[in-house]
T-cell receptor, first 112, second 112 residues
């Protein structure tokens, strides 16, 4: 059974800092990996999707990497802003494409 | 274009009653997923529909839970004889095949 772990569970940083969120998964037989953002009381917003054959994806200040063989992914956020405050979720899609398995998230607070 | 919509946004019910939750996916998306997020916990996969294939129901927690989808359009998740442990936010997502999943805002279910 796939298990996804995210470290740290919570992170508080001053505005402007660069930061890294970590995600690990136990079964490397994945189809893709997605990073999501969840704001309180709202649904999930997809940030980046990395196919299993890819090593990284970038969107604006966000960069996500994937090392499938070691079961790890990182989300790098450059020049953090208070608007980045949210819970960040990592999820892996199994090869059948039928389900995403989510980590429990990292709650990020960026202080002005 | 329109995103994934879910109704109702909030539902309060008494223990033992049946409830129906509705999801309208993004037009043209062949895949539809239901997830559940209990308070303070991660997202749990419930069920997956892909086109006209048999759904993957392996995440449904008990036989009180069922879901239907008409073609590639609306889906309903039904919970019979609700229990207090069914209280959660129920999230629906849709995608093109196994690409990025787009989530709706969720239905918050409270069972008294």
């Amino acid at each position: 059974k796939q298990e996804v772990t995210q470290i740290p569970a919570a992170l508080s940083v001053p505005e402007g800092e660069n930061l890294v969120l970590n995600c690990s998964f136990t079964d490397s037989a994945i189809y893709n990996l997605q990073w999501f953002r969840q704001d309180p009381g709202k649904g999930l917003t997809s940030l980046l999707l990395i196919q299993s054959s890819q090593r990284e994806q970038t969107s604006g200040r966000l960069n996500a990497s994937l090392d499938k063989s070691s079961g790890r992914s990182t989300l790098y956020i450059a020049a953090s802003q208070p608007g980045d405050s949210a819970t960040y979720l990592c999820a892996v899609l199994e090869t059948s494409g039928s389900r995403l398995t989510f980590g429990e998230g990292t709650q990020l607070t960026v202080n002005p | 274009g329109a995103g994934v919509s879910q109704s109702p946004s909030n539902k309060v019910t008494e223990k033992g009653k049946d409830v129906e939750l509705r999801c309208d996916p993004i037009s043209g998306h062949t895949a539809l997923y239901w997830y559940r997020q209990r308070l303070g916990q991660g997202l749990e996969f419930l069920i997956y529909f892909q086109g006209n294939s048999a759904p993957d129901k392996s995440g449904l927690p008990s036989d009180r839970f069922s879901a239907e989808r008409t073609g590639e359009s609306v889906s309903t998740l039904t919970i019979q004889r609700t229990q207090q442990e069914d209280s959660a936010v129920y999230l629906c997502a849709s995608s093109l095949r196994s690409l990025t999943q787009y989530f709706g805002p969720g239905t918050r279910l409270t069972v008294l």
